[in-house]
C-alpha cells in the first residue's frame, strides 16, 4: 500500500468515487452484492477533451443527471451492505445535489454518510464544510453577494468546529488543513490532463470513477475553491488555539532487546518495494555462495543474489535492491523534501518543506503536474521499503535482514497487466516464497497489496480491449493469476509467518477483495492502522480478517541514504507488528505462526473508538506473557 499514491486519490476519490449500475432480477427482487466486482459498470462517452467537459456547465450538468439516473436505479435494484460503498454513492448524490441547488435533499444525503461511518472522529467531521456552505447559504446568496456569503460561511464552520472535541477529531482537521493547502484548479486540471486524457483519447470514454471525479473537481472549482482560504483559515485558527502534542502511547509499550540477552538469530524478509542495503549493513542476511560479479554463481536461478531477490515492474528477475529512480536521480534530493512537505502539511506541521512545496505548486502550470506525480510516486516506492525495513529491525540485534523487491509503475500510463504479465506476477510470488523457505526466512512483511481494478485501470489507460466489459473480464483472469500465485505461496509456507498491511482505502477488505489482506490463513496477520495514541486513523482499512492494528501515523524510520523521515499508512502499522514477531522468535525460536499470532492478539488490549472495537498491540505485555511462558 503506497502511501504517496495519495495525491491522485485526493483529487479524485475525495471528491466523488466509484460508481453502480445494474438490472433487477425478473421477479423485482434486489440483487444481493456480496462482493465488489459483482456490481456492473457504466462508462460514459466523451467527444473532444474532458478539459473542456469540466470547464463547460452544460456538459458536465448532463453528465451529472446520467450519473444520477444510474445511481438511483442501481438503488432500485442492488442490496448493498457495504458501508463505504453506500457512504460513496450517498457522497456522490449528495455533491450532485448542492450543484443542483437541492440543499435539502443534499443535507438528507449527508446524514446518511455520516450514518454508515463507525470511525468517530470520521464522523464528527463528515460532511462539515458541506453542511456550513448550506447553512450559510440562507444567510447571504453568493450570486449577489459573495462577502457576505464568505463571512457567514467563516463564522458557521468555526461553531461547528467549536463543538468538537478536539483530541478526538485533531489528526482529521490537521490533515484536512494540508490537502486544502495545495488544492489548486492548476493542480486537478493537470492529473486530468495526465490521466484522463491519455484514456480517453483511446478509449472514447470515462469509467464510472473517472466520470464522478470529473463531476466533483467541476464542483469543487465552482464551489470549494472559492471557500479555500476561508476555510483553511478556521482550521488554522482552531488548531492554533488546541495546539498541543496528541499523547504517545507507544514509548511505554515499546520493548528494545540487547545483545546481552540469550537471542536467537532470526530471519526476516522485507517484501517490499526496494530496500537500500547500505542503511542495514550491520544487520544483512548474507548469501556467501554469491558473489557481485553478474554471474549466477550458486546456479540458483537468480544473478547477484547477495542479500536477497528483486523483480522489475514486468514481474521478471533483475539485480536491483533499490528501485532504480532513472532519470529522477538527478533531481531526487529536491523530490525527498517535497515528499516531506507533503507528509508535513498532512500532520499541519509549518515545516520549510511544507513551505517549499506550497510555492512550488502555486507556480506550477497543467502540463507540469504530471511530471511532479510521477516523481513524487516514484521517490515514495523509493523510499517505501527502506523505511518499512527500519521498523522491522528497531531494537532487535538477533535479527538478519533479507531483502526481497517488487515493483510498482510510478507513472500515470503504467505497464499493461496483461494475461501473460499476471502469469509472470504469479510465478514471482510462488518463487519468492519458494527462496525465502530455502534461506531459512521465519517472518515476512508485506507492506502492500493488489485489487483486481488495478489490472483493469493498467488495461484502459493502455487502451487495451474493445470495451469495458472486455476490459474487465481480461482483469479478472489476470487478478485470479496473481491471487492464486501469491494465497498458494503463502499456504504452501505454513513454517513461514506473513504479516500484512490492511490497506489505507478506508473499505472492508473482504468486500473490495484485496490481496493479501483479505486471505485468511493460519500463518498470515492483517495489521491495521492507529495513530500515536492508539485511535483508529481515518485511513485504515478493515474487516474480518483484520485482526490487530499497530502505530501507523507519522512513524520515524530510515530513508535511502541514512536519513529518517516520518511516514504515515497501513504501511507503518504493519513492520511495528513484524518488529514485535521478530522479537518473539529471537526469544523463543520454537514458536510457530500461528503461536506468534496468539501470543500478539493475548497480549494485546481490547479498545473501543465510536462504533470499532479493535485489538491493539502491547508489545511488554506480549514479550511479558512469552518470557512467564518460557
Known amino acids: 500500500m503506497r502511501r504517496f499514491r495519495d495525491l491522485w486519490t485526493f483529487t479524485t476519490a475525495c471528491l466523488m468515487a466509484g460508481l453502480l449500475a445494474g438490472c433487477a432480477d425478473q421477479q423485482g427482487k434486489k440483487i444481493k452484492i456480496t462482493k465488489l466486482d459483482d456490481l456492473p459498470q457504466h462508462t460514459y462517452p466523451v467527444e473532444g477533451k474532458v478539459s473542456d467537459m469540466v470547464k463547460s456547465e452544460q456538459r458536465t450538468m448532463a453528465l451529472a443527471k446520467q450519473i444520477r439516473a444510474d445511481i438511483e436505479k442501481d438503488l432500485a435494484t442492488y442490496e448493498i451492505d457495504d458501508p463505504t460503498t453506500l457512504q460513496r454513492i450517498y457522497g456522490r448524490l449528495a455533491t450532485i445535489d448542492m450543484l443542483e441547488g437541492k440543499y435539502k435533499d443534499a443535507l438528507k444525503r449527508l446524514d446518511q454518510v455520516r450514518a454508515l461511518e463507525d470511525k468517530e472522529a470520521a464522523r464528527l467531521t463528515s460532511g462539515l464544510t458541506s453542511r456550513s456552505m448550506i447553512a450559510a447559504r440562507n444567510?447571504?446568496?453568493?450570486?449577489?453577494?459573495?462577502?457576505?456569503?464568505?463571512?457567514?460561511?467563516?463564522?458557521?464552520?468555526?461553531?461547528q468546529l467549536a463543538r468538537l472535541p478536539w483530541e478526538i477529531v485533531q489528526d482529521e482537521i490537521e490533515g484536512a488543513k494540508g490537502m486544502l493547502e495545495i488544492r489548486s484548479e492548476t493542480l486537478m486540471m493537470g492529473m486530468i490532463e495526465a490521466r484522463m486524457e491519455p484514456v480517453v483519447a483511446k478509449t472514447g470514454e470515462l469509467n464510472a470513477d473517472d466520470a464522478s471525479s470529473v463531476v466533483g473537481i467541476y464542483y469543487t472549482i465552482k464551489e470549494r475553491l472559492p471557500l479555500n482560504d476561508e476555510t483553511i483559515g478556521v482550521y488554522q485558527e482552531i488548531i492554533d488555539?488546541?495546539?498541543?502534542?496528541?499523547?504517545?502511547?507507544?514509548?511505554?509499550?515499546?520493548?528494545?532487546?540487547?545483545?546481552?540477552?540469550?537471542?536467537?538469530?532470526?530471519?526476516?524478509?522485507?517484501?517490499?518495494?526496494?530496500t537500500d542495503p547500505k542503511v542495514f549493513d550491520k544487520a544483512l542476511w548474507t548469501n556467501s555462495k554469491e558473489k557481485p560479479d553478474g554471474i549466477d554463481n550458486d546456479g540458483n536461478g537468480y544473478i547477484d543474489d547477495i542479500h536477497g531477490i528483486a523483480y522489475d515492474i514486468h514481474a521478471r528477475r533483475t539485480t536491483d535492491m533499490l528501485c532504480p529512480l532513472e532519470d529522477t536521480a538527478e533531481r531526487i534530493h529536491e523530490v525527498m523534501k517535497?515528499?516531506?512537505?507533503?507528509?508535513?502539511?498532512?500532520?499541519?506541521?509549518?515545516?520549510?518543506?511544507?513551505?517549499?512545496?506550497?510555492?512550488?505548486?502555486?507556480?506550477?502550470?497543467?502540463?507540469?503536474?504530471?511530471?511532479?506525480?510521477?516523481?513524487?510516486?516514484?521517490?515514495?516506492?523509493?523510499?517505501?521499503?527502506?523505511?518499512?525495513?527500519?521498523?522491522?529491525?528497531?531494537?532487535?540485534?538477533?535479527?538478519?535482514?533479507?531483502?526481497?523487491?517488487?515493483?510498482?509503475?510510478?507513472?500515470?500510463?503504467?505497464v499493461a497487466r496483461t494475461v501473460e504479465w499476471g502469469r509472470r506476477d504469479g510465478a514471482k510470488c510462488r518463487d519468492t516464497v519458494e527462496y525465502f523457505k530455502k534461506a531459512g526466512v521465519r517472518l515476512v512483511n508485506m507492506s502492500w497489496g493488489e485489487a483486481r481494478q488495478d489490472a483493469e485501470d493498467s488495461l484502459e489507460a493502455n487502451g487495451i480491449g474493445a470495451n469495458a466489459e472486455e476490459r474487465r473480464e481480461l482483469s479478472r483472469k489476470v487478478f485470479e493469476l496473481q491471487r492464486q500465485g501469491?494465497?498458494?505461496?503463502?499456504?504452501?509456507?505454513?513454517?513461514?509467518?506473513?504479516?500484512?498491511?490492511?490497506?489505507?482505502?478506508?473499505?472492508?477488505?473482504?468486500?473490495?477483495?484485496?490481496?493479501?489482506?483479505?486471505?485468511?490463513?493460519?500463518?498470515?496477520?492483517?495489521?491495521?492502522?492507529?495513530?500515536?495514541a492508539g485511535e483508529p486513523t481515518s485511513f485504515t482499512s478493515s474487516g474480518r480478517t483484520v485482526q490487530v492494528y499497530g502505530n501507523g501515523f507519522e512513524v520515524d524510520s530510515y530513508i535511502p541514504g541514512g536519513e529518517r523521515m516520518k511516514m504515515s499508512g497501513t504501511s507503518m502499522a504493519s513492520p511495528n507488528v513484524a518488529n514485535l514477531a521478530a522479537k518473539l522468535l529471537a526469544i523463543d525460536q520454537e514458536l510457530t505462526p500461528p503461536d506468534v499470532i496468539e501470543l500478539i492478539k493475548k497480549g494485546a488490549d481490547k479498545k473501543t473508538s465510536g462504533e470499532v472495537t479493535y485489538l491493539l498491540i502491547n508489545p511488554q505485555r506480549t514479550v511479558r506473557l512469552l518470557k512467564s511462558r518460557t
Open 139 to 159: 444567510e447571504a446568496d453568493p450570486n449577489s453577494d459573495m462577502t457576505a456569503y464568505k463571512k457567514a460561511y467563516r463564522r458557521i464552520l468555526a461553531e
Open 241 to 274: 488555539a488546541n495546539r498541543k502534542e496528541k499523547p504517545n502511547i507507544w514509548a511505554d509499550r515499546s520493548v528494545a532487546l540487547s545483545p546481552g540477552d540469550k537471542l536467537n538469530p532470526v530471519l526476516i524478509a522485507v517484501w517490499d518495494s526496494g
Open 338 to 414: 517535497h515528499m516531506k512537505g507533503f507528509t508535513d502539511l498532512q500532520a499541519a506541521v509549518d515545516s520549510p518543506e511544507a513551505s517549499a512545496l506550497k510555492k512550488h505548486l502555486s507556480t506550477m502550470e497543467p502540463a507540469q503536474v504530471k511530471g511532479f506525480i510521477e516523481d513524487l510516486m516514484l521517490a515514495g516506492n523509493y523510499a517505501h521499503g527502506t523505511h518499512v525495513a527500519g521498523l522491522m529491525v528497531d531494537g532487535n540485534p538477533a535479527a538478519e535482514l533479507l531483502i526481497a523487491r517488487l515493483s510498482y509503475d510510478h507513472r500515470m500510463i503504467p
Open 486 to 532: 501469491l494465497y498458494e505461496a503463502i499456504n504452501n509456507a505454513p513454517d513461514i509467518l506473513f504479516i500484512c498491511a490492511a490497506g489505507n482505502a478506508d473499505n472492508d477488505v473482504e468486500f473490495d477483495d484485496y490481496i493479501p489482506s483479505s486471505f485468511d490463513l493460519p500463518n498470515l496477520l492483517v495489521v491495521g492502522a492507529v495513530d500515536q
